[in-house]
């Protein structure tokens, strides 16, 4: 809930009490009370005296006792609005604010559990919210393990798009509200410089350090440099711990190039990466990327510093529960074909099997093919779209071929250079959109739908 919001509720209990909706004056201070602002400050800022606004203040939670039943006055306010409206998650950081302002006021409280939970700030504004959530169960156990017990400070969760990246890590991060004292999700979706993602994390901090003064002193480091505020943010993650996310964290590599190559305006997350490892604090960053780059991986397999958990596919039917399907026996069948992708199976195959084969997947299997839709197509498309020219060539000769192929045969009939070829192969697994077989020799071999696309386009 944001300050309009909080607004929109007060001035409707305000209405039902006077018949009278909120003055200026009156939104004002409630506004400024939640930035943390004293009654002199806001006097001073808006040329009244101390004492109107003082009387102003009371007047107000006057009414807001007699309409919700309780004693309220400007320590408890927050408190309680939050507790009458109930809202548990979303916080932004003026709700982040609202927190800190009551727990400083109501530290005697001895209700320690509720406490403890109400000092946690989180910011999951950005993550979807999930209803059913199936299966992967060992990569929750690993990703409790990377962080819980092996302390590893940069994670990646990385994988073909629509594989269940994104759901994978807001259950984990559902299921760990309470072990976090910050909790940030950043879609990088329309990615921002490093310098205004890391003013939006210090809004947190800023928080963190605030005790009723002015919000705005502690807005300084809007005029810093970068490395001023790295190191601020650097001090947050060492005095609580943090989990940070950064989904689609694909967008700050170049389009059209080989995988995982930062755009330049975005080369200083390189540096985060690298100082998440190297420097020493509590917190944990996890990326979700389509593609990985040499800072998620773990070359040193003794030095756990950094750890990747690749998504395959599903292999169960529960994603295909509730969702109007018959012929339960032939449901595994039907994830193989579509590889386990929860985002084809849920999305686009099961409402097409509902209504037009009357949600007979025998029938649907039947025909045969690998059906794309059209949603489907679009969504391959991008994929396609963002590889280099090396990379289309190889995808567009794997997709001749229904079996694995060796190195050398590719080779013979494609015309590029043996480094073009390596660096072409090694860049599609970095996307994981080529499976590797190791026999006598390699043998690579693209993702069906894949080739199933390129082949008919
Ligand atoms: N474990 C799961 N249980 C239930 N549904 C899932 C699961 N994983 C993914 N999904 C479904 O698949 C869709 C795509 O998953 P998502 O996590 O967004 O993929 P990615 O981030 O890898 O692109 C989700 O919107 C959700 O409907
Ligand atoms: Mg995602």
Redesign the pocket.
Known sequence: MNIKEMLQMVDHWVFAETDQHLDDLQKTIIEEISQGKTYKQIADLYGYHENYVGDESRKLFKILSEKLGENINKHNFFWTFERVTDHSQGFNVINANLNLCHNHQTSNNNNSNYHKQKSNFKDLTLA?Q?F?????ETELKNLNNYIFNQNIKLIS?L?????????????FVDLNLDNFEVIIWKSLKYPKSLDLLVNDLLKISNVETYHGTSLQKNETYLQKSLDDKLKQLFDLFTQKKCLIIF??IETIFIKEQFAGQYQTKFKDYQDLFTMITENDHQSNLIL?S?ESCAEMQNLDQDLTIVKCLE?SG?NDV??LTNLGLKDEDSWLKLVKLYQG???Y???YISPLIKNIFAGKVTDFLQENTLFLTEDMKSHLREIFDRLSLIEKQIVTELSKFDQPISRENLRQNLDLSFMDLVMGLQSLKQRYLLTKIEEETVLFSLSPILREYVKKS
């Open positions: 979807p999930i059913k959530f199936y299966n992967r969760v994988g073909l798009s629509g594989i269940g990246k994104t759901y994978l890590v807001k259950r989904d689609n979700i389509q998504l599903l529960d994603i992708n929860p985002l199976l849920k999305k």
